[in-house]
């Protein structure tokens, strides 16, 4: 899973904080990240249909949808695709004991497992909204810390 995700997801749940757009080096101060790997990340977003860019001199990036609708899977693939993390490259039909591909009808354990667990880890991730992480925050951090990420991303110091 690349970084960009990471980044992509405390964008989305900042977001949530805001009603006005926020502009990608906004974000990028907040969390003290580079803005045009940022932007990057903002414009898989866009193109998923999770934010919009919202243009002019009030601009920048807005959700789409509310955060009760928007899964932690649905960032991740966004950002590093709908693939499976892991890819079988049939391993047992290469070097000198290959196995003959018609000896090979179905997968083998490894990949079943790794599918398993990537099916797990995609239900999983799917189960949890950006309003859930939103709660979290709230809750380990106190209300104010949320507040205090809403007031600052609305704020126009630099």
Known sequence: MSGGVEWA???????TSVRAPVPATRLA???DVSPSYLAKQLQALSRAGLVRSVQGKAGGYVL?????DITVLDVVEAIDGPDPAFVCTEIRQRG????????C???CGIARVMAEA???WRASLGKVSLADLARDVRTTHGPG????????LASSDT
């Open 9 to 15: 997801i405390h964008c989305c749940v900042a977001l």
């Open 29 to 31: 101060q907040l969390h």
């Open 64 to 68: 789409t949808r509310p955060p009760e």
């Open 96 to 103: 000198p004991l290959a196995l003959p591909p018609e000896s």
């Open 105 to 107: 009808t179905g997968p």
């Open 118 to 120: 990537d099916a797990a």
């Open 145 to 152: 810390a949320f507040t205090g990420i809403g007031a600052w």
